[in-house]
Nanobody, 128 residues
Framework: QVVLVESGGDSVQAGGSLRLACVVSVYSGAANCMAWFRQAPGKGLEEREGVAVFDNDGSSTVADSVKGRFTISKDNAKSTLYLQMNTLKPEDTAMYYC???????????????????WGQGTQVTVSS
């Protein structure tokens, strides 16, 4: 069983920065790859969008929509996944979710259905 707890969400002005954190309760092979997703207000689960993924080989991928602004990283000693978000825009407003999976197939997937474990989310609101 893997429990993921996100934190760091807040309300900020456009152009601001936030750093989200996701603490993993059991840091084992059950969370070999970890990712951040977001779900914008009024959108359903099927529209939950992959933002960035950190694979177990140390490689990472970020979505084109946030490339150059968001960075994903992981601190193994703290069992924590991070998402550094810079130059935030109103369209970044969403609930942000941490996800994990033991199998990591395909590699560096940003597809919601490829992840078995999910956190409860942390809200990010960006005002113009």
């Amino acid at each position: 069983q893997v429990v993921l707890v996100e934190s760091g969400g807040d309300s900020v002005q456009a152009g601001g920065s936030l750093r989200l954190a996701c603490v993993v309760s059991v840091y084992s092979g059950a969370a070999n790859c970890m990712a951040w997703f977001r779900q914008a207000p009024g959108k359903g689960l099927e529209e939950r969008e992959g933002v960035a993924v950190f694979d177990n080989d140390g490689s990472s991928t970020v979505a084109d929509s946030v490339k150059g602004r968001f960075t994903i990283s992981k601190d193994n000693a703290k069992s924590t996944l991070y998402l550094q978000m810079n130059t935030l825009k109103p369209e970044d407003t969403a609930m942000y979710y941490c996800a994990a999976d033991p199998y990591c197939l395909p590699k560096r997937s940003l597809r919601r259905l490829d992840y078995n474990y999910w956190g409860q989310g942390t809200q990010v609101t960006v005002s113009s």
